[in-house]
């Protein structure tokens, strides 16, 4: 009976510790949002959010590949989708394309994104859509570089046709007003949280550890 109160509590502690941290590193984590080109593909006629990279993406004929610049999450926001009806948006883009023998057309749809997602500055233009004929081992790199100049810095996509017009993928507080005052450009850097994550954790292991103890003290 005792090891069974004991299995019990120790079962109990580590439910406790692995909640505690999971919330303790999922609210550290989601206090980071970037100012960054988000990419995204139509899957099923809706916006989906890249899980792979433009370079190691190779869309099939009759695809469609959208970005938007956006302040977003790296695991992407439906609120930061391109701003364009993904449901029948191959027909609409690339109904006066003809097809073209050994090659494949993909639309492509790229969206600036809102004013107030500006970097201090900048202004986003108007959104565009093409329908890009290329190879068929063409991947989305490829593809996009098809729209005009591209400015790219340790393998992301930092600027399409020149915005915006220096910063890449900067760090924003998405606690703060989302207007360009508050949004201005920072220099790249890693998460300024600090080591507090790492403390509160120490701290809840101790206390648990102490719980724990005294559960065994008890049985």
């Not at 990279?53 to 992407?76: H, L, M, N, Q, Y």
């Not at 991947?139 to 930092?158: A, E, H, K």
């Amino acid at each position: 009976m005792k090891h069974t109160r004991r299995r019990a509590g120790a079962a109990f502690v580590a439910a406790l510790v692995g909640v505690l941290l999971a919330t303790t590193f999922a609210s550290s984590a989601q206090a980071t949002a970037y100012r960054y080109w988000t990419y995204w593909k139509v899957s099923d006629g809706a916006w989906q959010f890249a899980q792979a990279g433009p370079a190691a993406t190779t869309p099939a004929d009759g695809s469609v590949e959208g970005w938007r610049f956006a302040i977003s999450s790296t695991s992407g926001d439906v609120a930061n989708e391109p701003r364009f009806d993904a449901a029948d948006a191959f027909n609409e883009i690339c109904s006066d394309t003809a097809a073209v023998e050994g090659r494949k057309r993909v639309a492509l749809v790229v969206d600036p994104g809102l004013a107030e997602h500006a970097p201090s500055g900048d202004q986003p233009g108007p959104l565009k859509t093409y329908c890009t004929v290329v190879a068929p081992d063409a991947n989305g790199y490829d593809i996009l570089r098809t729209t005009g100049p591209l400015r790219v810095s340790s393998g992301l996509i930092c600027a399409v046709q020149g915005y915006p017009s220096s910063e890449c993928a900067d760090i924003v507080d998405e606690h703060q007003p989302t207007d360009a005052m508050s949004t201005a450009s920072q220099p790249s850097q890693p998460d300024q949280s600090g080591p507090w994550p790492v403390i509160i954790v120490a701290a809840l292991l101790a206390l648990l550890g102490g719980l724990a103890w005294r559960l065994r003290r008890r049985s």
